[in-house]
């Protein structure tokens, strides 16, 4: 049997396509921490959310909406993950401006320590003397990310523990997502 390998997920930002902004309450005003959609643990929402189309354009069937990088997710692409990876994510409809119901937020809800600090191309972490000390010993840097597999357990989503921008998700998930044709991603193995 032939070991599951993994991808990061990113948004492919084309020219003439939509920039989003970061999720908004009930209320419409912006979340306190955009940061906790990436933060690889099942979230609490009070009400429903909404995103803002920032720069219009067309729409992808995958973005990160504003600073916290929420992933938006059209709903092909959310049953695509609904149906691969159940156990590995949250799903939380979101409204946007000319497009209701047809748009969710993805939340991974797995964190995994799995970085491989040695076949990644650098790693450098958050240290005192960077003045932020709740970082401290997280990652600050990783470039040319590579995970170790062996970490991973059953997981087909999740976030890398220390450096949570990085969204991955195990090869079947990929080509699932790659099959249904869909807009805005774009995949490198890690």
């Not at 937020?105 to 932020?132: M, N």
Request: proline share 7%; hydrophobic share 35%.
């Amino acid at each position: 049997m032939s070991q599951t390998r993994y991808f990061r997920l990113s948004e492919n930002v084309q020219s003439g396509y939509w920039y989003l902004g970061d999720p908004r309450n009930g209320q419409g005003h912006e979340v306190d921490d955009p940061s906790l959609f990436r933060a690889g643990r099942p979230v609490q929402v009070e009400s429903r959310l909404s995103v803002p189309i920032i720069e219009p354009g067309k729409p992808l069937d995958f973005s990160t909406a504003g600073t916290g990088a929420a992933p938006i997710v059209h709903v092909t692409v959310a049953s695509i993950f609904a149906e691969l990876a159940p156990n590995d994510v949250q799903l939380l409809p979101v409204d946007i401006k000319g497009h209701p119901d047809q748009y969710l937020l993805l939340v991974a809800t797995k964190l995994i320590r799995c970085i491989d600090d040695t076949a990644s191309e650098e790693v450098r972490y958050w240290k005192p003397e960077h003045g932020q000390p709740e970082r401290v010993g997280d990652y600050k840097v990783v470039s040319g990310l590579r995970i170790d597999p062996s970490k991973v357990g059953d997981a087909k989503v999740f976030r890398t523990w220390g450096w949570d921008l990085a969204l991955i998700v195990a090869e079947d998930v990929k080509d699932g997502l790659e099959r249904a044709k869909t807009t805005g991603m774009k995949f490198k193995q890690v």
